[in-house]
């Protein structure tokens, strides 16, 4: 299963609207969002990729409200401030990264995968028995990126969006 990880919207729609175009061209069959969505309307663009999953970000605290009615608006999943889902038999933990509270917890679960944001910055590295994902950033990156995750394979690869 190929899943797409984005994060760092900051509700750029048209950076976007762009990544989950090519997520789905590429053929990904489920989509994660690693928080600071900014925006009802990034929620309803990424839902159009389904299963969609999110977390919350630092700059999406004002928006709690309005991302919880956005979820069950577009039928989406929101792991709120982080947790855990299985796909094809692997766990993948979710959390912004910005907070160690959000982040213990789920390494405390040990999924297979850990996605996060937060950093802007595209990253896999190993940490521990855990995978951990950064798919970069849609906004204020330079060259902004997405990144997609063959769940079968452990493979990763960084898609940059040219908007």
Not at 112 to 133: C, D, K, M, N, W
Request: with cysteine; proline share 6%.
């Amino acid at each position: 299963m190929l899943i797409a990880i984005i994060s760092d919207t900051h509700d750029d729609l048209a950076m976007t609207v762009t990544a989950v175009e090519l997520a789905i061209q590429r053929g990904a069959e489920a989509l994660f969002h690693c928080g600071d969505l900014s925006s009802h309307e990034v929620v309803a663009v990424c839902s159009r990729l389904r299963p969609f999953y999110f977390v919350f970000g630092n700059h999406d605290a004002d928006v709690v409200p309005d991302l919880l009615q956005a979820a069950q608006e577009n039928d989406a999943c929101c792991l709120e401030w982080g947790g855990c889902v299985e796909l094809c038999g692997v766990r993948i933990g979710v959390a912004h990264g910005h907070m160690t509270s959000d982040l213990k917890p789920l390494i405390e679960e040990a999924p297979s995968y850990l996605l996060t944001g937060h950093t802007h910055e595209p990253a896999h590295f190993q940490q521990g028995p855990i995978q951990r994902v950064c798919p970069g950033a849609l906004f204020r990156a330079t060259p902004p990126t997405f990144a997609l995750l063959n769940l079968l394979t452990g493979e990763t690869e960084f898609i940059e969006v040219n908007g």
